[in-house]
């Protein structure tokens, strides 16, 4: 048996992302399955038909060849992120040039490289913790750290609203910044939930990272300006101590793995010198792609016009699906506010959410149990052991199949649990 190292150890484990990731690659190969779980978007037709024609048209100008057979540098492709600059600058005011962006092999990569710069062991030997104000959170952080005990989570407060829906809020009165916190994450809107942090609340957490001295991290890779999968008001936020990190997945490109980080000249260069040590440099065809749009000033456009209209019809039928076969006193659903997540809570459940996964998992029925996605959470919660994510990408058809089977599997728990 081959010795590992500690760091080999710690990434060799078992980890939820890499369950969610093996879940998508099996249910996207298996005949019958329904993906209710894992992350991809869905294959917009439209946009399907643009990247079609977008990668025609840049064969035959050779920016693809050019993008496929060169090296970018460690920062990113030089004229994407300018022309990004210049579009932030205009669309939105901010004060950016491209020294103040850099790419990354996915939001994963980006993720992994500023929780790891900003937390963790310092050189006065102290220990740095990454902070997310708000439970639950995205899956993947959990295991993002080089130390253990990276993150330290703040449970939410509840707000129950009409038609069977809640909604998370930060609870401030409680949110603790230690000394020993290097930076605030957190995601806009959320994986898991489709939560977004109301305007005030970011302004909240703006002011109370500045006051602590650390950064503010906010994961938009669902958000605005693009992809633009959001239903409620949402104003976008960057200044120069927000790091904003966005990615070309959701917009229908998550093969691209091409992630974005926008921040201060001072974090730009470190996370481009991360970039060369690990990967010599970003992939580049997510770029070129990217510099294409920005040109044909597309970017933003179908993130308004296509992407998130479709998205917003799709968990509006998702929604009546469920509620078809699931009243409102067996399921809570969280108030879809963005991302391509329904997040179900299944309140008075006799069996934790990871038993009906399993449960669902033999029927072809691939939905993630809410547990994982409350990393840093130092105490029990019962809440997060009943609750359920699940992916409205699928067809109509496909959903409502799945919903079937979940609502049968809990109308069989609650039979047993009344005849015993």
């Known amino acids: 048996m081959t010795q590992l190292s500690q760091f080999g150890q710690k990434f060799a484990r078992h980890s939820g992302i890499s369950r969610l990731m093996q879940d998508l690659n099996e249910g996207i190969r298996t005949p019958g399955a329904v993906m209710l ?35 970018d540098g460690p920062q990113g492709k030089d004229a994407m992120l300018k022309a ?4 932030l600058k205009e669309k939105l005011g901010w004060n950016i040039s491209a020294k103040n962006i850099a790419l990354t092999n996915g939001s994963q990569s980006a993720f992994f490289y500023l929780f790891n710069l900003l937390g963790g062991k310092t050189q006065d030997g102290n220990k740095r913790k990454i902070l997310f104000p708000i439970a639950p959170e995205y899956i993947g952080y959990a295991d993002a750290g080089l130390d253990d005990a990276l993150f330290v989570a703040n449970k939410p407060t509840i707000e129950m609203l009409p038609d069977g829906q809640f ?10 910044i230690g000394d020993d916190v290097g930076a605030i ?16 609340e970011v302004m909240k957490l703006d002011a109370l990272a500045k006051q602590h001295n650390i950064p503010l991290i906010i994961d938009n890779a669902y958000g605005v300006p693009f992809p633009g999968i959001i239903f ?5 936020h960057w200044n120069e101590n927000t790091i904003l990190c966005m990615s070309l997945s959701k917009l229908g490109l998550p093969g691209t793995r091409c992630g974005i980080i926008i921040a201060s000249e001072e974090i730009i260069s470190a996370v481009t010198h991360i970039n060369g040590i690990i990967s010599l440099a970003p992939g580049a065809i997510g770029p070129a792609m990217a510099l294409e749009m920005l040109k044909r000033d597309d970017l ?10 479709f998205y917003h019809q799709r968990v509006l039928e998702t929604i009546k699906i469920i509620r078809r076969y699931l009243p409102k006193e067996r399921c809570l659903i969280h108030k879809p506010e963005g991302a391509i997540f329904l997040w179900l809570w299944f309140k008075d459940l006799s069996i934790s959410s990871e038993e009906l996964y399993q449960r669902l998992k033999k029927r072809g029925i691939l939905m993630v149990p809410g547990h994982y996605f409350f990393p840093g959470l130092e105490e029990e919660w019962e ?5 359920m994510r699940m992916n409205y990408v699928p067809e109509p058809e496909l959903i409502e199949k799945g919903i079937k089977v979940l609502a049968e599997e809990i109308e069989k728990v609650s039979q047993t649990t009344k005849s015993a």
Request: charged share 20%; net charge negative; proline share 7%.
């Open 37 to 71: 779980g894992g992350g991809n978007p869905a294959h917009i037709p439209e946009m399907d038909s643009y990247f079609r024609q977008l990668l025609q048209e840049m064969i035959e100008s050779g920016s693809l060849t050019d993008a496929v057979c060169n090296y």
């Open 84 to 87: 990004l600059a210049e579009c």
């Open 167 to 176: 909604k998370y809020h930060v609870d401030f009165e409680h949110l603790q």
């Open 185 to 200: 994450c957190v995601s806009r809107p959320t994986n898991p939930t489709g939560n977004v942090i109301t305007d005030d």
């Open 232 to 236: 409620s008001q949402a104003t976008p």
């Open 300 to 309: 933003l456009r179908l993130s308004q016009e296509v992407v998130g209209p």
């Open 383 to 387: 809440h997060a052991h009943q609750c």
